[in-house]
């Protein structure tokens, strides 16, 4: 009997440590996952609070489209001058540009080439033939409401993209460029062949463009 008893309270021993051993495993663990919670947390409330965001999420560096534009230009030949407005105004064969700027996107006017008065009886057959040319160019030709004098502008604009990994951006802006050049040259042809077929023209010179400073 007091064998029996023996064994039993040996078992008893040996059950009590190897359930100590496992309360304190279990409790080790706890503590464990508990600190590598609270890292979390530390680290993610540091990257909102201004700490150095995972690579990936960083922004990429924005295109520096005025510089590849006042560096093109130069290369072609022009010396553009960047205004304090971020606009750039260049001259490209005897004609005034100015050039703006919104990221990779370029507008790039040609202003005030032309005029016209509003009273003039060749309007109509003018605004006819710009109409003509901006359906068929991309280079747009802008009539502006008259000014106080009653006269009536002429601009020329142009929208494209401009970027570095563009291949030959020297040779696609000369071509741009030019476009202002051949853009002027088809209103003059459209009004000179409307004003030919027409019965009732009102100049006494049907062939004569009366724009002012058409080049």
Request: proline share 6%; hydrophobic share 35%; with cysteine.
């Amino acid at each position: 009997m007091d064998e029996m008893l023996l064994i039993l309270m040996a078992l008893m021993v040996v059950l009590a440590i190897i359930c100590g051993f496992i309360i304190c495993e279990f409790i080790t663990e706890r503590r464990n996952a508990r600190s590598a919670l609270e890292r979390s947390r530390r680290a993610k409330a540091s990257g909102r609070s201004g700490g150095t965001p995972p690579a990936e999420s960083q922004e990429k560096p924005k295109p520096d489209t005025v510089g590849l534009m006042l560096r093109t230009l130069r290369a072609i030949g022009c010396q553009p001058e960047l205004q304090d407005d971020g606009e750039v105004e260049v001259k490209y064969q005897g004609e005034n540009f100015v050039v703006i700027f919104g990221g990779v996107e370029v507008r790039i006017w040609d202003p005030g080439w032309s005029q016209i008065r509003s009273d003039d009886p060749d309007l109509p057959q003018v605004r006819e033939a710009v109409n003509k040319t901006n359906f068929s160019y991309g280079t747009t030709v802008v009539m502006t409401a008259p000014d106080k004098d009653g006269m009536i502008w002429f601009h020329t604009r142009r929208d494209f993209l401009f970027h570095e990994s563009f291949p030959d951006n020297e040779g696609f802006l000369k071509n741009v460029l030019e476009s202002f050049f051949r853009t002027k040259e088809e209103v003059r042809g459209n009004f000179t062949e409307m004003r030919r077929n027409s019965t009732d023209a009102a100049s006494p010179h049907p062939d004569m463009v009366r724009f002012t400073n058409l080049n």
